[in-house]
């Protein structure tokens, strides 16, 4: 593969929600430019995105593929990206590092939560959009008037169409280019005359093209005011404008699994997609963007893997300057030296070795030390970094144990290390429950991280994470306690009466003494307060922290030989846990807030599933044939929401949760908390 120029690049992200044939569509595009002699399929496992054997025994894309696609003297780097929604980490990543968000939508079903999400990724970004309609042979595909006038519903944007379908459903068999009013018919989008049944309707969408293309430049706009008309080559013009600035967001219709209108996409991305060199980066520090192309060296981390013959991957773009093989590069974020082998071209797990590689191109090296995603790599001593991306919060939770006792040892840096290379996976030890918590976007995501990290070497078992409930009182309880101890050696004695009282949610612990005129000596005061301490941890009445309590030791007894400081750790003790009991003690639980954006078809059941959860429904919204839900609800009722929110709208339903406050467990509720632990302690 030759050395590509800036402007002889685009970078181009698929996006979709799952089956809407994004990787299809990538291997109709190898095809048609001749890359490959034939197309492959996802079900037999035989396409170039989808090599990886998890994904094939799946059926789905579960990584970004690189799919580099050659046409008339430009190189296209596609980054085929995961639908399923469990790896939006993914596409966000892949999003960052293209200059066109390319979203491929199912004509039989139109936009879907997942198309949304992405979206919203490419939005926040400020990454130029185009969609096309895919499927347009299905006999359920809609009509483009419909399409369009769904998408104007749903998103605030202006969409125009640089084709129309040629003939509906299975008699699609090409588009009318609106460009240049002719017809391109089959896979090899053999040129024609538009038919005179649809002529009418094609000068009218070529109208609003033009309109939308003249609006797009000031130039442009002041011509077609004079003459009313623009060239073929000035639609295209204000075209590239229009998506650059995104002011417009072309439309197109391709029925990928038989190459039909792919043809015509790839002309329409060579043409009209934005180039690397007119794209800004934003930088952390005192340089606050750096043009594509222009600059010194700058090279950003988006994406690593492990492949079997050379070790690990790790993906990047060449933002700026031009990056040489075998060479050492500076990773400005974290401080560290990396020598940089043999760079590749990726095509699916092809790796085609060149020297350099340019500003606007993506490769990628092996066996770097310290370098994961989001981190820019570049000069020593021009310290350039591109701000990291923020994330989704993870959604789905097991609890990670060992399977042999050989795997204790490397289960930690694993995990650190699977979480390093997918900043939507994240993992920790839980204080309160004393788990090795791994948390994700959902059971998939999950299962392949358990998968792959026993790939490397450590086999994980899971399990339902517990609850990290909390203790604490509703009202003023007072104790007396004396530990006495006379018998088989030195003696031990100490009083203590102490009261607790409830504190706001939120303000800890707080410890003070009313104690005067020496009924207790101010040296064995600390120790009441670390006896205290120690059942707090421990728990009083279901094994769990307590929280936002208040002690106060207001009387007490000592002796003048047998008191020490471990009877009155004992005494403040057990005066503490009978204070606790007579105060009224409640279970907390966490709360979180969840949003759920589900087809408006399924609010009903969404608010009806959630109520069974005991969550309390803060609003509700409709936009667009989309339902937004917004509710707080108990975490131990919400553990495995993904997989019924999966079920019960055939995985058109998504949702986020952060976490809210702690309130009162229902004494319902709390009691069969309790009597569930105590069972599980005796057995």
């Known amino acids: 593969m030759k050395v590509y120029n800036p402007t002889q690049l685009r970078n181009v992200a698929l996006i979709a929600h799952q089956s809407a044939g994004k990787t299809t569509l990538a291997e109709a595009m190898l095809f048609s430019t001749g890359a490959i002699s034939r197309m492959g399929d996802i079900a037999q496992g035989s396409t170039v995105s989808d090599y990886d054997e998890e994904e094939q025994r799946r059926g789905l894309s579960l990584h970004t593929s690189m799919v580099p696609v050659e046409a008339d003297g430009v190189k296209i780097n596609l980054l085929d990206t995961p639908g399923y929604t469990d790896f939006q980490g993914e596409v966000k990543n892949a999003i960052r590092v293209s200059d066109l968000a390319l979203v491929v939508i199912d004509a039989s079903t139109g936009v879907q939560v997942g198309t949304e999400v992405y979206w919203g990724f490419a939005s926040e970004l400020d990454i130029p959009k185009m969609v096309v309609f895919n499927k347009m042979n299905r006999d359920s595909a809609r009509t483009a008037e419909q399409l369009l006038s769904e998408l104007a519903g749903i998103f605030d944007e202006r969409f125009v169409a640089l084709n129309l379908p040629l003939g509906r459903k299975e008699e699609f068999n090409g588009v009318i ?107 952390e520090g005192d340089l606050e963007t750096i043009q594509g192309g222009d600059g010194p060296l700058t090279v950003y981390v988006f994406k690593t893997s492990v492949d079997p013959y050379v070790g690990s991957l790790t993906y990047f773009r060449v933002i700026s300057g031009t990056l040489e093989a075998d060479n050492r590069y500076h990773n400005h974020t974290k401080d560290e030296e990396e020598r940089f082998g043999t760079v590749y071209v990726m095509r699916g797990n092809e790796q085609i070795g060149v020297d350099t590689l340019n500003a606007g191109d993506i490769g990628a090296v092996a066996k770097l030390n310290v370098t994961t995603p989001g981190d820019t790599l570049g000069e020593k001593g021009v310290d350039i970094k591109l701000p990291p991306l923020d994330f989704p919060q993870p959604i789905y939770a097991v609890a990670v144990t060992p399977a042999t006792q050989a795997d204790s040892a490397k289960m930690g840096p694993i995990l650190t290390r699977l979480c390093d290379e997918d900043q939507t996976l994240q993992w920790r030890q839980d204080p309160v429950t004393n788990e090795a918590v791994l948390e994700g976007m959902g059971d998939v995501h999950i299962d392949v991280a358990i998968r792959r990290a026993a790939h490397l070497g450590v086999g994980l078992e899971t399990a339902l994470p517990k609850v990290p409930y909390r203790e604490t009182v509703s009202r003023t309880g007072t104790a007396r306690y004396r530990h006495k101890k006379q018998s088989g050696g030195a003696g031990q004695f100490g009083e203590v009466q102490l009261r607790v009282e409830p504190r706001q949610r939120g303000e800890g612990f707080e410890f003070d003494s009313e104690i005067f005129g020496g009924a207790i000596s101010h040296t064995f005061i600390p120790s009441i307060e670390k006896g205290i301490k120690q059942v707090m941890q421990e728990g009083v009445i279901a094994g769990y922290p307590v929280v936002d ?56 059941s969404v608010l009806s599933d959630l109520s069974s959860r005991r969550g309390q429904v803060e609003g509700t919204d409709i936009t667009g044939g989309k339902a937004i839900v917004t509710a707080l609800i108990p975490l131990a009722n919400i553990q495995r929401y993904s997989n019924d929110l999966r079920s019960f709208t055939q995985g058109r339903g998504v949702y986020t949760l952060e976490m809210s406050h702690y309130a009162a467990v229902p004494s319902n509720v709390a009691q069969e908390i309790i009597d569930s632990i105590q069972r599980d302690s005796a057995a």
């Open 549 to 604: 309590v208040k002690a106060v030791v207001f009387d007490g007894k000592e002796h003048p030989v047998d008191s020490k400081d471990i009877a009155f750790q004992i005494a403040g003790r057990e005066a503490f846990k009978l204070a606790v009991q007579e105060a009224k003690p409640v279970l907390l639980e966490p709360i979180m807030r969840m949003r759920v954006t589900v087809p408006e078809m399924d609010m009903g």
């Open 177 to 283: 280019d609106l460009l240049g009013m002719q017809t391109l018919s089959g896979m090899d989008a053999t040129r024609g005359d538009i038919p005179a049944e649809v002529a009418e309707e094609a000068e009218a969408y070529r109208l609003t093209l033009m309109e939308a293309a003249a609006e797009a430049n000031d130039d442009l706009l002041e011509k077609y005011f004079d003459a009313g008309e623009l060239s073929d080559d000035e639609i295209c013009q204000g075209v590239r404008a229009g998506i650059k600035n995104g002011t417009l967001i072309p439309v197109v219709f391709t029925a990928a699994d038989e190459a039909i209108g792919v043809k015509s996409l790839t002309g329409i991305i060579k043409d009209l997609a934005p180039m690397p060199t007119e794209r800004t980066f934003t930088t």
